[in-house]
T-cell receptor, first 112, second 112 residues
Framework: DQQVKQNSPSLSVQEGRISILNCDYT??????FLWYKKYPAEGPTFLIS?????DKNEDGRFTVFLNKSAKHLSLHIVPSQPGDSAVYFC???????????FGKGTRLSVIA | EAGVTQSPTHLIKTRGQQATLRCSPI?????VYWYQQALGLGLQFLLW???????NRGNFPPRFSGRQFPNYSSELNVNALELEDSALYLC???????????FGQGTRLTVV
């Protein structure tokens, strides 16, 4: 049973436009949510996180939105740049300092 | 500051053999997590070590095992290798009480 779902395997966006990556979860005990970016032949790198007490967190071009009632979160990248092309993973955990549960990832391609 | 380091980068084994993968966490981090990323799948949680103890394991058979040493480095052992064990194995570390996991570049295990 997949607790964290990223239903779009891929997304293509033009440079300068907004990229929106979506993630749904089923476990209502999840309290902390993270996004990771992964380039080929590298490990995932942490991008941004949000706890369940917030509905928005912003860091530069990256904003994560959390809708707890819908069990849905999204990552917005504005403006998108070619260097953003990577696989993005959504992850969640019930409490701090426990293993993260990951989605299958969405491959983002930013076209110049 | 050095990041999470994994060795070897690539490993080729024959079905039935044993594989040993190694991980050195970021200095000061006490938790080590192991994940498997098989083709087309997300990151599947394997094992969690903290302060030398196994804290949790994912839904993998007992032939996947490991340990954490007093210096917090870790080893993942896979016995009786099967073709389906071919995957990227990622190690991550986090500080005590932290949730963001910092990943190494992974070990690509190929079973032939």
């Amino acid at each position: 049973d997949q607790q964290v779902k990223q239903n779009s395997p891929s997304l293509s966006v033009q440079e300068g436009r907004i990229s929106i990556l979506n993630c749904d979860y089923t476990n209502s005990m999840f309290d902390y949510f993270l996004w990771y970016k992964k380039y080929p032949a590298e490990g995932p790198t942490f991008l941004i996180s949000i706890s369940s007490i917030k509905d928005k967190n912003e860091d530069g071009r990256f904003t994560v939105f959390l809708n707890k009632s819908a069990k849905h979160l999204s990552l917005h990248i504005v403006p998108s740049q070619p260097g953003d092309s990577a696989v993005y993973f959504c992850a969640a955990s019930p409490i701090r300092h426990t293993p993260l549960v990951f989605g299958k990832g969405t491959r983002l391609s930013v076209i110049a | 500051e050095a990041g999470v380091t994994q060795s070897p980068t690539h490993l080729i084994k024959t079905r039935g053999q044993q594989a040993t993968l190694r991980c050195s966490p970021i200095s000061g981090h006490t938790s080590v997590y192991w994940y498997q990323q098989a083709l087309g799948l997300g990151l599947q949680f394997l094992l969690w070590y903290d302060e030398g103890e196994e804290r949790n394991r994912g839904n993998f058979p007992p032939r996947f095992s490991g340990r954490q040493f007093p210096n917090y480095s870790s080893e993942l052992n896979v016995n009786a290798l099967e073709l389906e064990d071919s995957a990227l194995y990622l190690c991550a570390s986090s500080p005590t009480g932290g949730t963001e996991a910092f990943f190494g570049q992974g070990t690509r295990l190929t079973v032939v």
